[in-house]
């Protein structure tokens, strides 16, 4: 924290008070830096130069100061780089070459990191406090305004803890939640309290904040001679962020699900290595979501030292432990599983690889092949026709729903942006009114969730719909979602995930690619099958996805009823945020047979169990009006 309007000092047991809420994130050790200026904290895990890394990292002088989360995969060639400019490095750390970069470079030293991190470094010289996250959001990076300066932290409670900021609820975050199953950065749940975009730095001043951006992606298409080609320079370019996020001087695992990503970086992460990789797989009681025998198979091809677990209804009450590490509603439940083979592998190791960003990298939804189809029906049918369809909408806690052949009319009536993003709703606005408080409601009267990815989706560049949508997914989904549920769940177990396909080069690569190269007819992820056939078997390749799912909606009706039961009607504080009536509509009618009503009911669920958490500490104000 930096009280840079007042000028006063950052207390020191305030401060270590706040860093030791985020002792999971970094249980080796501790460090701090305590002004002039900005008071920096830090929790460590050990990865590289274990026993001469540790934090806060200055310069040769004492004038620059550093703390910093992830790692930079390309250090080894800035740290030579840092060296024939004069600059002197009394650590084998990636974090100290940030400093000289900065000193050489400024702002700019970011452009140069190929990797994960969100780091905070202070300039006593220049009076200046740079804040940044990388490119892709895989690391997290909150920060909050106060009237004495600016605070942050890794994750949310960092703000919540200090007690610098005025919590008050921002009420459209519960709007966009029961919208889109997520709180789409940089808002959070609290008005005043916002996460760094990816991509994105802050340059802190007595002046004020400045925002930056130094990275997007490009409108350029790639063009090779043929799909060998492609296929050459696709396998070449994961080879190498595989091996690159292979570095650290501790054993890395990998997480093996069974699907196509996972298997790809395991068998590409066999041939970098002598040892066998040990790798970790969850799976569940329920067969049509057990994809163990999958994972046992690519175990056996690679010869991995292989580790399962099964998942059932009595540990998935994990649900409000979770909520301590979320800080604010997140209804993705698959974060149970990811908990416990992130905690099934820290048993073993501290770094592991995942196969996140497959499937928003290589068109690997069944979404993606729908937008295709539609697109080509909508080129085909006069907009007159499909006009009455624009705003058809049924009332889902009446049962008054649309039946599947009016869902995709008002699709493509909507138009290929707007279709996309009613096709990924999970709450319309009829459904948030009937689940909101009254005083909630009348706080978000006019807001629409989604101008917000309209904006992003408008942005892209490349203006064919597919790639837009590409690149709202990438924006959105990946970081607020999937790198969230990831990131929150692992670091709850101590345990670093790095993700290779999500590596900004890899990124690059496939945004560029021709759109046939992802999508094929109905098959997905053409290139990257045709590309890692040479490794993984086609069979395999050519499977069914299954996703990363859990049966909540079993155990909604069954082993957890009466603890969702209790989730939803025993708290009546809830009344502030949530209308009972409707919530217990909802459930009835669930369990009454409606399993399309699941996902609204995490949502609901997520919402409940965590208020606790990011709702104690918030003024009533933010609740029932300013």
Same mark, same amino acid.
């Given at each position: 924290?930096?009280?840079?309007?007042?000028?006063? %000092?950052?207390?020191?047991?305030?401060?270590? &008070?706040?860093?030791?809420?985020?002792?999971?994130?970094?249980?080796?050790?501790?460090?701090?830096?305590?002004?002039?200026?900005?008071?920096?904290?830090?929790?460590?895990?050990?990865?590289?130069?274990?026993?001469?890394?540790?934090?806060?990292?200055?310069?040769?002088?004492? /004038?620059?100061?550093?703390?910093?989360?992830?790692?930079?995969? !390309?250090?080894?060639?800035?740290?030579?780089?840092?060296?024939?400019?004069?600059?002197?490095?009394?650590?084998?750390?990636?974090?100290?070459?940030?400093?000289?970069?900065?000193?050489?470079?400024?702002?700019?030293?970011?452009?140069?990191?190929?990797?994960?991190? +969100?780091?905070?470094?202070?300039?006593?010289?220049?009076?200046?406090?740079?804040?940044?996250?990388?490119?892709?959001?895989?690391?997290?990076?909150?920060?909050?305004?106060?009237?004495?300066?600016?605070?942050?932290?890794?994750?949310?409670?960092?703000?919540?803890?200090?007690?610098?900021?005025?919590?008050?609820?921002?009420?459209?975050?519960?709007?966009?939640?029961? /919208?889109?199953?997520?709180?789409?950065?940089?808002?959070?749940?609290?008005?005043?309290?916002?996460?760094?975009? $990816? %991509?994105?730095?802050?340059?802190?001043?007595?002046?004020?904040?400045?925002?930056?951006?130094?990275?997007?992606?490009?409108? #350029?298409?790639?063009?090779?001679? !043929?799909?060998?080609?492609? =296929?050459?320079?696709?396998?070449?370019?994961? &080879?190498? #962020?595989?091996?690159?996020?292979?570095?650290?001087?501790? $054993?890395?695992?990998?997480?093996?699900?069974?699907?196509?990503?996972?298997?790809?970086?395991?068998?590409?992460?066999?041939?970098?290595?002598?040892?066998?990789?040990?790798?970790?797989?969850?799976?569940?009681?329920?067969?049509?979501?057990?994809?163990?025998?999958? @994972?046992?198979?690519?175990?056996?091809?690679?010869? /991995?030292?292989?580790?399962?677990?099964?998942?059932?209804?009595?540990?998935?009450?994990?649900?409000?432990?979770? !909520?301590?590490?979320?800080?604010?509603?997140?209804?993705?439940?698959?974060?149970?599983?990811?908990?416990?083979?992130?905690?099934?592998?820290?048993?073993?190791?501290?770094?592991?690889? #995942?196969?996140?960003?497959?499937?928003?990298?290589?068109?690997?939804?069944? &979404?993606?092949?729908?937008?295709?189809?539609?697109? !080509?029906?909508?080129?085909?049918?006069?907009?007159?026709?499909?006009?009455?369809?624009?705003?058809?909408?049924?009332?889902?806690?009446?049962?008054?729903?649309?039946?599947?052949? =009016?869902?995709?009319?008002?699709?493509?009536?909507?138009?290929?942006?707007?279709?996309?993003?009613?096709?990924?709703?999970?709450?319309?606005?009829?459904?948030?009114?009937?689940?909101?408080? $009254?005083?909630?409601?009348?706080?978000?009267?006019?807001?629409?969730?989604?101008?917000?990815?309209?904006?992003?989706?408008?942005?892209?560049?490349?203006?064919? *719909?597919?790639?837009?949508?590409?690149?709202?997914?990438?924006?959105?989904?990946?970081?607020?979602?999937?790198?969230?549920?990831?990131?929150?769940?692992?670091? *709850?177990?101590?345990?670093?995930?790095?993700? $290779?396909?999500?590596?900004?080069?890899?990124?690059?690569? @496939?945004? *560029?690619?021709?759109?046939?190269?992802?999508?094929?007819?109905?098959?997905?992820?053409?290139?990257?099958?045709? *590309?890692?056939?040479?490794?993984?078997?086609?069979?395999?390749?050519?499977?069914?996805?299954?996703?990363?799912?859990?049966?909540?909606?079993?155990?909604?009706?069954?082993?957890?009823?009466?603890?969702?039961? %209790?989730?939803?009607?025993?708290?009546?504080?809830?009344?502030?945020?949530?209308?009972?009536?409707?919530?217990?509509?909802?459930?009835?009618?669930?369990?009454?047979?409606?399993?399309?009503?699941?996902?609204?009911?995490?949502?609901?669920?997520?919402?409940?169990? #965590?208020?606790?958490?990011?709702? /104690?500490? @918030?003024?009533? %104000? +933010?609740?029932?009006?300013?």
């Amino acid at each position: 924290m930096w009280h840079y309007k007042t000028g006063e %000092a950052v207390d020191r047991d305030q401060l270590k &008070r706040i860093t030791d809420t985020i002792f999971h994130r970094g249980p080796d050790s501790d460090g701090y830096y305590f002004g002039p200026g900005p008071g920096l904290g830090f929790r460590r895990l050990s990865i590289i130069d274990l026993e001469g890394g540790s934090q806060p990292i200055c310069n040769e002088d004492g /004038t620059v100061w550093i703390v910093f989360n992830g790692e930079i995969y !390309n250090y080894p060639e800035l740290r030579r780089e840092v060296l024939s400019r004069g600059h002197t490095m009394k650590t084998r750390t990636d974090t100290e070459t940030i400093i000289h970069l900065w000193e050489d470079f400024g702002p700019d030293c970011v452009k140069k990191l190929r990797g994960m991190f +969100a780091f905070a470094l202070w300039d006593q010289k220049k009076q200046q406090l740079l804040l940044a996250r990388d490119r892709l959001g895989i690391k997290p990076l909150f920060y909050g305004m106060g009237e004495r300066g600016i605070v942050f932290g890794s994750e949310l409670k960092c703000i919540r803890e200090s007690g610098e900021c005025d919590l008050q609820i921002e009420p459209t975050a519960l709007a966009d939640v029961l /919208t889109f199953f997520y709180i789409p950065g940089p808002k959070t749940i609290y008005r005043d309290v916002f996460m760094l975009e $990816p %991509a994105h730095y802050l340059l802190v001043s007595r002046k004020g904040v400045q925002k930056g951006k130094y990275w997007d992606l490009t409108e #350029s298409e790639l063009k090779l001679n !043929n799909t060998k080609d492609y =296929e050459d320079r696709l396998y070449e370019i994961l &080879r190498q #962020s595989v091996s690159c996020h292979l570095l650290a001087d501790v $054993p890395v695992g990998a997480f093996l699900s069974g699907g196509v990503d996972s298997s790809v970086v395991v068998g590409l992460m066999s041939k970098e290595v002598s040892e066998p990789v040990m790798t970790c797989s969850i799976g569940f009681e329920e067969k049509e979501f057990n994809e163990l025998s999958r @994972a046992r198979a690519m175990a056996k091809l690679f010869k /991995t030292d292989h580790h399962e677990m099964v998942v059932t209804p009595e540990p998935a009450r994990i649900l409000r432990k979770l !909520n301590d590490y979320y800080d604010q509603p997140f209804p993705d439940h698959s974060s149970i599983p990811t908990y416990y083979v992130s905690q099934l592998a820290r048993q073993r190791v501290k770094v592991v690889l #995942s196969g996140d960003g497959g499937d928003e990298n290589f068109g690997g939804y069944s &979404r993606y092949v729908r937008s295709v189809t539609l697109k !080509n029906i909508r080129e085909r049918i006069p907009k007159m026709l499909l006009r009455p369809f624009a705003n058809r909408k049924g009332d889902r806690l009446k049962g008054d729903l649309p039946t599947r052949l =009016e869902r995709v009319l008002h699709q493509l009536a909507a138009g290929a942006r707007d279709g996309y993003l009613h096709g990924i709703t999970v709450g319309d606005a009829k459904l948030r009114e009937r689940l909101l408080a $009254p005083e909630i409601r009348k706080q978000i009267s006019g807001y629409d969730p989604y101008e917000h990815f309209r904006k992003i989706y408008d942005a892209s560049p490349r203006k064919d *719909a597919l790639s837009s949508i590409f690149y709202l997914d990438i924006k959105t989904y990946l970081v607020d979602d999937i790198l969230t549920k990831v990131d929150r769940a692992s670091m *709850a177990n101590s345990l670093e995930v790095r993700v $290779p396909i999500l590596d900004h080069e890899v990124v690059e690569f @496939a945004y *560029a690619l021709p759109l046939d190269m992802k999508l094929r007819g109905e098959q997905r992820k053409y290139l990257l099958r045709q *590309a890692m056939s040479r490794l993984v078997p086609a069979e395999h390749m050519a499977a069914p996805k299954k996703g990363f799912r859990i049966p909540i909606g079993s155990w909604m009706r069954g082993d957890m009823r009466d603890w969702f039961e %209790a989730a939803f009607f025993k708290d009546a504080e809830l009344d502030a945020f949530l209308n009972r009536t409707g919530v217990r509509q909802v459930w009835e009618r669930f369990q009454g047979g409606d399993s399309h009503l699941s996902d609204v009911l995490s949502v609901v669920a997520s919402i409940a169990t #965590s208020r606790p958490v990011w709702a /104690t500490t @918030a003024r009533s %104000a +933010a609740v029932v009006g300013d």
